[in-house]
């Protein structure tokens, strides 16, 4: 029996590893979506007519446009995909050994951890589960240009001071990816604040910016040490932008409440003293979805959560992204 497709009767939204319950939890407090849910793993399908558009940020991809295929053999599943687009990467819950064998008879994608810095592609790419051995849940559309919605990255255990570099090395190629932007270079003065152990400095450094590094305790000393790390002892919260000068990247993954990350934020946007900025929104407790809306109502601002955050959601935000992305 040939393969056949037939549509499917919701949107569904696969949540990033650990975090469905945070994704859940994103559909009631804050789109008042009072849904039950089908799921496969990570996978939420949600029994509801009236499905939000956004997509939520605890969703690292959503299948836009599902429909169910049916097949018999491994050959017949990727000539039917292959048939539909050209690029496809699997999620899987089960069937594990069947989902490797269809994804081998598709055209090559990279799924495995990349080197930083990863220039991500404009080309869509579909996503794919087994829900059993003859049925595929896919769909061609989706909302991450990233194999099933992550960036994963080739780690150093070695040398970075802290995990978090993960974290801005992620920011940046979605930054770039998004506002069509150059990364940090030796152009590049940058505004670390909160820094320590020096994280962010490092991946700055690598890049080759002047990293002005602003906590109250020192950076790891290989870093106190670079020529290129200017380091002051300081709540970095309290230096006003006038007193520092310009600066061509803002960032900030400091501990501290959304409240004042907010008016910091407005404060070197209205300042005019920088171009772009990337920040962690560190969420305590429960999320107070009407604050995280002020951070998403910025103009030419953009809101997500990466696949290195915790509890957490990322900032982001580009001065002259009107101007290229009317």
């Known amino acids: 029996m040939p393969s056949s497709i037939e549509p499917f009767n919701s949107k569904a939204y696969l949540s990033f590893p650990d975090w469905k319950p945070l994704l859940r939890e994103e559909f009631s407090a804050r789109f008042g979506l009072n849904a039950s849910f089908t799921e496969y793993g990570d996978l939420l399908v949600p029994d509801a007519k009236n499905i939000p558009d956004q997509i939520p940020y605890w969703c690292r991809t959503a299948f836009l446009e599902p429909f169910i295929l049916h097949f018999d053999s491994i050959g017949e599943a990727a000539s039917a995909l292959k048939g539909i687009q050209r690029s496809w990467?699997?999620?899987?819950?089960?069937?594990?050994?069947?989902?490797?064998?269809?994804?081998?008879?598709?055209?090559?994608?990279?799924?495995?951890?990349?080197?930083?810095?990863?220039?991500?592609?404009?080309?869509?790419?579909?996503?794919?589960?087994?829900?059993?051995?003859?049925?595929?849940?896919?769909?061609?559309?989706?909302?991450?240009?990233?194999?099933?919605?992550?960036?994963?990255?080739?780690?150093?255990?070695?040398?970075p001071p802290s995990r978090a570099y993960l974290k801005i090395e992620e920011a940046l190629c979605r930054f770039a990816h998004f506002y069509e932007t150059e990364l940090p270079s030796e152009k590049s003065r940058c505004f670390d604040a909160g820094a320590c152990p020096g994280g962010w400095t490092w991946t700055l450094v690598n890049l080759g910016a002047k990293v002005f590094a602003v906590d109250r305790s020192p950076l790891a000393d290989s870093l106190m040490q670079n020529p290129l790390v200017k380091f002051l002892a300081h709540d970095a919260f309290t230096l006003e932008p006038e007193e520092l000068g310009t600066f061509d990247w803002v960032l900030s993954d400091v501990i501290c409440y959304p409240e004042r990350l907010l008016g910091w934020i407005k404060k070197w946007i209205s300042s005019g003293m920088t171009k772009n900025i990337i920040c962690t929104i560190k969420l305590q407790g429960g999320i107070d979805w009407s604050l995280i809306n002020q951070f998403e109502q910025i103009p030419n601002a953009k809101i997500l959560h990466l696949n290195y955050n915790k509890h957490e959601l990322t900032f982001m935000w580009h001065s002259s992204f009107e101007e290229q992305c009317p």
Do not use: M, W
Not at 129 to 153: R, V
């Open 89 to 159: 990467a699997p999620y899987q819950f089960t069937c594990f050994r069947r989902a490797s064998l269809i994804q081998k008879k598709l055209p090559h994608v990279n799924l495995k951890p990349r080197d930083f810095p990863v220039s991500i592609p404009k080309s869509p790419i579909g996503i794919y589960t087994l829900l059993d051995e003859h049925t595929i849940l896919a769909s061609a559309k989706t909302s991450s240009p990233l194999p099933a919605g992550a960036l994963s990255l080739v780690e150093d255990h070695e040398n």
